[in-house]
C-alpha cells in the first residue's frame, strides 16, 4: 500500500513537472493576441461605440488597458489598436506582413468608382507574389520624388504662395469684411495647391468643377460603404463622374504637360501600367482627397488658435516681423516681402503652434492588414485581422506628452536647453513608415504661408465665439478634425496699415533646408 502510495505521489510529481514544464514552455514559446478590451453590450457593443464616437471610441478603450497594443473584436474579427510608439516603429518595417497594399487595393475602388478593367489593375499582386511590378506596389514610391524638397517641390512652393499672396491681396481690398473662414480657407486653398499640382489648366478653376469635389468629399462615407452607391451616393457619385470627366479632358489635351512633376508622375505611373484616360481622370478625384482634404481644416484650427489667443498673436507677429524686409514701394506706399524660405527656422513659435495644431487635431489612423499569421514583440497577430494606429491614441497619451495632454500649449514643441522633448515617433500627424505623407512639406509651408499673412497684414473677431472643436466632425478619411463649416468672422486690414498704399510679396528660395515635421525627417534636418 506504501509503495503504491509512494509511487502514486512520485508519478502524480513527474505528471506534474511534465506539465508545468510544458506550461512554462507555452508560455515562453507561444504569444498570444493582444489583450482583449471588451465592451459592456457584448457582440454589437464595440460597434455601436465606434459609429457614436468615431476614432475617440480607441482612446476610451485606450483608458481601459495598460498594454501597448489590444483587440477589440467584431464580428468574427479583430481590430489591433496600437498604443506604443516602440510597436509603431516595429510595424512600420513589417511591410510585407502587416500590409498597406490590400487597404489602398479595397478603398481605391470604392472612392474612385473606376472601371472594372481599372479595378482588375489595381488589384493585380498586390501581395507581392507576381514580383515588384503591381499598380499599387509602385504608386507611393512614384509620388515621393515630386514631393521631397528639390526643384520640383520648390516650384508648387512658388505657385501656391504667389495664389496666398493674391488671396490676401482680395480680402484687404474687399468691400466684404463679414466672411465664412472655413469656406473661404477651402475656395482659397483649393485654388492656390490645384494650381500649383495642375498647371495653368487647372481644372478646378472652373467653380462647377470645385462644387462637384466638395460635393464628392462630403459623400465618401456612402461611397465607402458601397451599397448601390448611385442610389445611396447618388448626388456624390455624379459630382464624382463630373470631376473625373474635366481631368480626362485635361489628360487628353495634355496640360499636364505644363503642371507639376507630381501629376505628370501619377500621369506616367497610371498610364504605364494601361489605365483608361476615364479611369486616370476618376483616380484624380481621388488623389485630390489627399491634396487638399487635410490642408483647410489644418489652416482653420492654427488661425483660430492664434486669433482667439491675443497674446499668441502677438508673439507671433513679433516674429513674422524678423522675416519682412520693408522698402519704399510706388506711389509712396512701401512694399513688405515676407522670406519663407526659412520661416520654419526663424519663427520657431508659430512653427510650434502649427505642431500642437496639428497634435491637437489628428483624427486619422493609419491602417494595416494581417495578411500571415505574424508574432509583433510578444503578441500573436491573426491573419485576416486588421492593425490600426490612430493618431489620437498617441497624441492624447499623457505617458508621452506629460499631464497636460488635453491642453493647448502652443510653446509644447518649442526647444529649449534642457527641456525634454516629446519622442518624434508618438507624433502621428502625417502618418509614417511607407504610408508617411509625401505632401508634408507642401502642406506645412502652406499653412505657415497663409497664417503669416494674416499674422501681418490682419485683425480678425468671430462672429459670436470661436467654436470649440466638434469631435462629431471627425471623418475617417480624414487627418485632421473638421471644422465648422457654418462660421463666420470680421475680418479687417490692420489698423496700422489702413490707407497706406503698401504692397506685400512673399519670397521664397530654395528648399534645401529640411525642417522634422514627421521622425522620419530627423536624418535629413540641416542636409544640404
Ligand atoms: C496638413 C495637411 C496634411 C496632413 C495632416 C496629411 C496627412 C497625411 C497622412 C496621415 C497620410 C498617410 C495616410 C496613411 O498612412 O494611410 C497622407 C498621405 C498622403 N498625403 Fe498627406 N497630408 C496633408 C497634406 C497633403 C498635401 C498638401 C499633399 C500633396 C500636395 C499630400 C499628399 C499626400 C499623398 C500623395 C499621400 C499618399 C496617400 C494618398 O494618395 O492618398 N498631403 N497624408
Ligand atoms: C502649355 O503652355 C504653353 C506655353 O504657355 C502653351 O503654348 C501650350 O499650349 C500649353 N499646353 C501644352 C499641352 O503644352
Ligand atoms: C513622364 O514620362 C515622360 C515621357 O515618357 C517623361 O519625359 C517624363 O520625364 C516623365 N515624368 C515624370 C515626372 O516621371
Redesign the pocket.
Known amino acids: 500500500m506504501v509503495q503504491y502510495g509512494l509511487l502514486g505521489t512520485i508519478g502524480a510529481v513527474a505528471l506534474l513537472l511534465v506539465a508545468l514544464r510544458k506550461f512554462l514552455k507555452q508560455s515562453n514559446d507561444e504569444c498570444k493576441e493582444p489583450p482583449i478590451v471588451r465592451s459592456t453590450i457584448p457582440l454589437i457593443g464595440h460597434i455601436l461605440g465606434m459609429i457614436r464616437y468615431k476614432v475617440f471610441y480607441y482612446q476610451m478603450l485606450r483608458d481601459q488597458t495598460s498594454a501597448p497594443i489590444f483587440s477589440v473584436p467584431v464580428i468574427g474579427k479583430s481590430i489591433y489598436v496600437i498604443t506604443s510608439p516602440q510597436l509603431v516603429s516595429t510595424v512600420q518595417r513589417m511591410t510585407k506582413t502587416l500590409a498597406?497594399e490590400p487597404?489602398?487595393a479595397m478603398a481605391t475602388q470604392r472612392v474612385s468608382g473606376c472601371s472594372p478593367q481599372g479595378n482588375s489593375i489595381i488589384q493585380y499582386n498586390i501581395d507581392g507574389s507576381q514580383g515588384d511590378r503591381g499598380y499599387v506596389i509602385t504608386?507611393?514610391k512614384t509620388?515621393h520624388p515630386a514631393?521631397a524638397p528639390g526643384p520640383s517641390l520648390d516650384a508648387?512652393n512658388r505657385i501656391m504662395i504667389q495664389n496666398i499672396a493674391k488671396s490676401a491681396d482680395a480680402l484687404a481690398t474687399s468691400p466684404v469684411n463679414r466672411l465664412n473662414l472655413c469656406k473661404w480657407l477651402r475656395h482659397e486653398l483649393t485654388i492656390a495647391?490645384t494650381y500649383?499640382?495642375y498647371g495653368p489648366a487647372n481644372p478646378m478653376a472652373d467653380a462647377k468643377v470645385e462644387d462637384a469635389f466638395w460635393e464628392f468629399e462630403g459623400g465618401l462615407m456612402m461611397l465607402l460603404v458601397n451599397v448601390l452607391p448611385s442610389i445611396t451616393a447618388r448626388r456624390a457619385s455624379e459630382a464624382r463622374i463630373a470631376v473625373g470627366k474635366a481631368f480626362q479632358r485635361y489628360f487628353e489635351k495634355g496640360e499636364h504637360l505644363n503642371g507639376s512633376a507630381?501629376v505628370q508622375a501619377r500621369y506616367n505611373h497610371s498610364r504605364e501600367y494601361g489605365l483608361s484616360m476615364e479611369d486616370i481622370g476618376t483616380f484624380e478625384a481621388?488623389?485630390c482627397?489627399?491634396?487638399?482634404?487635410?490642408?483647410f481644416?489644418?489652416a482653420y484650427w492654427m488661425l483660430a488658435y492664434i486669433y482667439s489667443h491675443p497674446d499668441v498673436l502677438q508673439e507671433c507677429r513679433n516674429e513674422v516681423a524678423t522675416i519682412t524686409t520693408t522698402k519704399p514701394g510706388e506711389d509712396g506706399g512701401r512694399l513688405h516681402v515676407i522670406d519663407m524660405t526659412t520661416i520654419k527656422a526663424s519663427c520657431p513659435v508659430i512653427t510650434a503652434t502649427l505642431q500642437e495644431v496639428?497634435r491637437h487635431t489628428?483624427v486619422?489612423?493609419?491602417?494595416r492588414e494581417v495578411v500571415e499569421d505574424t508574432t509583433l514583440d510578444v503578441y500573436a497577430l491573426k491573419k485576416g485581422n486588421t492593425l490600426l494606429t490612430p493618431?489620437n491614441v498617441l497624441h492624447t497619451d499623457s505617458s508621452l506628452w506629460g499631464a497636460n495632454t488635453d491642453t493647448f500649449d502652443h510653446r509644447r514643441f518649442l526647444r529649449a536647453p534642457g527641456k525634454k522633448m516629446p519622442s518624434p515617433t508618438a507624433f502621428?500627424?502625417?502618418?509614417?513608415?511607407s504610408?508617411?505623407?509625401?505632401?508634408?512639406h507642401?502642406?506645412?509651408t502652406?499653412?505657415l504661408a497663409i497664417a503669416t499673412v494674416f499674422i501681418a497684414r490682419f485683425d480678425m473677431l468671430p462672429v459670436g465665439s470661436w467654436p470649440p472643436p466638434d469631435r462629431g466632425n471627425a471623418q475617417f478619411w480624414t487627418?485632421?478634425l473638421g471644422p465648422n463649416l457654418d462660421f463666420e468672422v470680421e475680418i479687417h486690414e490692420r489698423k496700422e496699415l489702413k490707407g497706406v498704399k503698401d504692397k506685400w510679396a512673399f519670397q521664397l528660395s530654395e528648399s534645401k533646408v529640411v525642417f522634422a515635421m514627421a521622425a522620419e525627417d530627423l536624418n535629413e534636418v540641416g542636409k544640404e
Open positions: 498597406f487597404i489602398v504608386f507611393f509620388m514631393l508648387m495647391t500649383s499640382v507630381l481621388g488623389g482627397l489627399a491634396t487638399l482634404a487635410n490642408t481644416p489644418t496639428l489628428s486619422g489612423s493609419t491602417v493618431a502621428r500627424a502625417f502618418g509614417g513608415g504610408t508617411l505623407c509625401p505632401g508634408r507642401f502642406a506645412t502652406e499653412v487627418q485632421i
